[in-house]
């Protein structure tokens, strides 16, 4: 018993009174935080650091994120939203009880499903889907694809390969406005335009590419052109870190074993590969689903502005989100609410349809 | 297969242009159906070797012969050789069977009418050539043969088209250009079930243990039936209890396969138990091919004495003089070996500072002994005058003696106890061990630790004693350089 008092600091009486000997370190770690009774002073809960430490990132993701998505969510739910004056809150649902209040309004707030309903018989929202899932299914394989050649080839070449990766990283630093510019010159109308002049080389009449009466498919063929140049750069890298963590003795057992270099790619590479490839495929969806500035800068006519004689020839959901947003419509802002939760479902379900068709290709 | 290494060279050039020899001018033949060990020391040019066998490493110098081809040159696809590597990578995504068939799959057999269309292809380029050289004699000697060789394939052709129409059956096993995935799926079982992992087919490798994962990786070099078999330190990732099973069944695989097999260790115990020879290295160069217990009985010098044996064999000083061989001062051996001149080359360096020959420490200790010489000087020449420039001069001395000190070396379980032995040991302890009596201690006057064991029966005559004496059953004498002198 004296060699237990003399060690008082570790004895934890239970519930049931009997009398435990625990080391400091794992009460600290497992239970509620403890006494030290020599050091008068009390020990902090792993826990509680845990959510110390998150406190900071915490705080971003509440007022840029959660905040943000609860609100759009409720904005989408109310029919005829718009934000009273002396409400005295941004947050929709405080808003929208004051606008009920609000008497000097003829307009009545009310929870339902308008918004819905007016974006599935908007014209523009169907265009705005369907360019969305164009540039999507179009874009994410090609730059992927182009992606994976690329980091493949200059993960072969010993020489200069520092050179290269810079050359190939510059669009990734690169404002995504400014390479719209430039693309916007190089693919001028007329026969004075960069593109135009190198396809007049070969005998092929000068397109207008981006001008407000070209063809649709011409300002498509820039969008993704574009597109891939400026995604590439992340892409490769990624390919390029998972190459250089793949053991180079498979490709020297694969060389014994008479593989050609299309079936190391095709069976060695890519499987090897795979959960880089999973990661980029789901961001690179996400991120073409977002599609917005690429097309603003290529037409460079202002942040509505999406091509076309009205304007709206390649807009994309959050083009339409965005530009509902400017409107002085009424009840503008919930369409443009709903718009994005149906993005955001829209995403999540693409994600997930991913992880399920990956979960047996990907090896980790 | 026979395999013949001819002066194989292999130097590796360093960032700052330094060159590394990692084999050196090796020569060595491996017999058909035999097995036979690498063995060396980490950093030797074992794996090197193999690896230049592989094909996987291009020689510097040197050829690799596989009976009578030169392989030199062919790339590794094209050898016919199985490679286990030292972690084996196994593909990680396929299964058990996928790996052992993904040779397979790459197999592709040629149109049985290509080797008539080279002979007309070849006829056709020496035509070319002998038009451009004017060569009339040639040039119609050539036409003779393209007209034989278009005659051929075209007899061959009709043959086919016969047997197509006669015996569809042959026709399709001749035409096929891949294995089938029944033919894969056969390969694979038979392999699987030669080392025993028939159960585990269906499996991923990183389901297996270490021992099956190796045994894979053996299947897999088989799969298509190799000309050699290349094993790169095969055992060492496994526990002492699995390399010690493994490696039987190594042995067992390739005598039932009677195939040729190359394999690297650094395990001197992993090399005497399997291997047919045994080819000893140290730095890139080769030391002693011999069987495993000619190695063990007979080193041809110090390396291979000190390398091969566990426990290591004991070496102490001895000294020649007037043709006999003495240790702590008695008369350890007379044979008239030791009354033969010994020509040698013993390297010099002398450092030079500032024109007088001596080392470093003692220019500073002169120099301090004498601190007139830096009165009233700079402070940069004080500098100079502290650090002087040191010029290494080297020298051989080619040397010519009969009176020198000598290494002996005497294995543990070489000796027996006796009162009158030769050799004088001074006991630290006595332990008992099992069936053995260990005897550690030193030779008398010497520092060097010494381990004798002799069998249990001595215990009673050699505990307690502070001193005794053995009779060495063989020992080994060699030069201080390491040749072998008796």
């Known amino acids: 018993m004296a060699n237990l008092k003399e060690r008082n600091e570790e004895v934890v009486v239970t519930a049931n009174g009997s009398a435990v000997l625990q080391t400091p370190y794992i009460d600290a770690v497992t239970n509620k935080g403890y006494l030290d009774v020599k050091q008068h002073k009390w020990i902090m809960p792993e826990w509680l650091k845990g959510w110390i430490a998150l406190i900071p990132a915490l705080i971003f993701l509440i007022v840029f994120m959660i905040y943000p998505i609860i609100n759009s969510f409720m904005i989408s739910f109310i029919n005829n939203f718009y934000w009273v004056g002396g409400s005295n809150s941004s947050l929709a649902i405080v808003n929208f009880i004051a606008s009920r209040a609000n008497t000097r309004s003829s307009i009545v707030q009310s929870f339902g499903i308008q918004n819905y309903v007016n974006i599935f018989k908007d014209q523009l929202f169907w265009q705005a889907l369907g360019n969305t899932g164009l540039i999507v299914i179009v874009e994410v394989p090609l730059t992927i694809l182009v992606g994976l050649i690329i980091a493949v080839c200059l993960h072969s070449i010993k020489p200069l390969q520092g050179f290269y990766q810079t050359v190939f990283f510059l669009p990734y630093v690169t404002n995504a406005i400014a390479l719209g510019m430039v693309f916007n010159v190089m693919f001028s109308d007329g026969s004075a335009g960069l593109f135009n002049t190198l396809i007049g080389w070969f005998g092929i009449n000068p397109v207008n590419w981006l001008g407000a009466s070209a063809s649709k498919w011409s300002m498509f063929f820039v969008i993704v052109v574009y597109s891939i140049w400026n995604g590439i750069a992340f892409k490769i890298l990624v390919f390029m870190s998972g190459l250089s963590t793949i053991d180079k003795q498979y490709y020297d057992a694969a060389r014994i074993d008479g593989a050609s270099k299309f079936t190391i790619f095709r069976r060695i590479t890519v499987p090897l590969l795979s959960p880089q490839i999973l990661y980029i495929t789901v961001t690179s969806f996400i991120g073409a689903a977002k599609s917005y500035s690429q097309i603003i800068a290529l037409f460079g006519a202002g942040p509505v502005n999406f091509g076309g004689t009205d304007g709206t020839r390649w807009i994309t959901i959050v083009g339409f989100i965005y530009k509902y947003m400017q409107s002085t419509q009424e009840s503008a802002l919930g369409r443009a609410a709903a718009g994005s939760v149906i993005l955001l479902i829209l995403i999540l379900l693409l994600t997930l349809v991913q992880f399920a068709v990956s979960k047996n290709r990907v090896h980790y | ?486």
């Not at chain 2, 243990?209 to 094993?231: D, E, F």
């Not at chain 2, 830096?374 to 003696?401: H, M, T, Y």
């Not at chain 2, 550690?440 to 520092?447: A, L, S």
Request: hydrophobic share 35%; with cysteine; glycine share 6%.
């Open chain 2, 1 to 486: 297969m026979e395999v013949r290494i001819e002066h194989l060279t292999k130097s590796f050039i360093g960032k700052k242009g330094s060159k590394t020899t990692a084999v050196n001018d090796m020569s060595f033949v491996v017999p058909d159906g035999k097995l036979v060990g690498l063995l060396g020391p980490s950093g030797c040019g074992k794996s090197t070797t193999l690896y230049m066998i592989a094909g996987l490493h291009k020689p510097t110098d040197g050829h690799i012969w596989f009976g009578d081809e030169d392989v030199t040159n062919v790339p590794p696809e094209n050898r016919g050789i199985g490679l286990v590597f030292q972690n084996y990578a196994l593909y990680p995504h396929f299964s058990v069977k996928q790996n052992i068939t993904f040779p397979l799959d790459n197999v592709r057999f040629p149109s049985p009418l290509q080797a008539y269309k080279t002979r007309v292809n070849e006829a056709k380029s020496q035509i070319k050539k002998a038009q451009k050289a004017g060569d009339q004699e040639a040039l119609a000697l050539h036409e003779k043969e393209l007209a034989e060789a278009e005659e051929a394939l075209q007899k061959a052709t009709e043959e086919l088209e016969q047997i197509k129409v006669q015996d569809p059956e042959r026709y399709a096993q001749l035409t096929k250009k891949k294995l089938t995935k029944e033919e894969k799926d056969e390969i694979a079982h038979k392999m699987a079930r030669l080392v025993d992992i028939e159960p585990y087919l269906e499996r991923k490798p990183k389901e297996l243990s270490g021992g099956q994962q190796q045994r894979v990786a053996i299947a897999r070099a088989l799969a298509k039936s190799p000309r050699v078999l290349l094993l790169d330190e095969p055992l060492s990732n496994l526990d002492a209890r699995l390399r010690l099973q493994t490696r039987e069944e190594i042995r067992r695989i390739q005598k039932e396969t009677g195939i040729t097999t190359i394999f690297v260790t650094h395990d001197q115990e992993e090399a005497m138990s399997i291997s047919d020879v045994i080819v000893v290295m140290n730095f890139g160069v080769i030391q002693q091919i011999d069987e495993p217990q000619k190695v063990y009985d007979e080193p041809v010098n110090l390396f291979v004495a000190k390398f091969l044996g566990s426990p290591a064999i004991n070496i102490f000083d001895g000294e020649i003089k007037g043709g006999k061989l003495y240790v702590a001062g008695e008369v350890f051996d007379d044979d008239k070996v030791y009354k033969e001149e010994y020509h040698g080359v013993i390297h010099h360096e002398y450092a030079f500072v500032k024109g007088t020959r001596m080392t470093s420490e003692e220019y500073q200790a002169d120099l301090a002994a004498h601190p007139e010489r830096l009165e009233g000087l700079q402070p940069k020449e004080v500098k100079a005058l502290k650090n002087p420039e040191i010029e290494i001069v080297q020298e051989d001395e080619e040397v010519v003696k009969k009176d020198r000190l000598v290494k002996i070396g005497v294995r543990p379980e070489a000796f027996t106890y006796s009162k009158k032995g030769s050799l004088p040991i001074d006991v630290q302890f006595v332990q008992h061990v099992g069936r053995d009596v260990s005897v550690i201690g030193r030779v008398k006057g010497q520092e060097t630790g010494m381990k004798i064991i002799i069998p249990s029966e001595s215990w009673k005559d050699v505990v307690g004693q502070n001193e005794l004496r053995f009779e060495p059953k063989r020992f080994y004498v060699f030069e201080e350089s390491g040749e072998r002198i008796k």
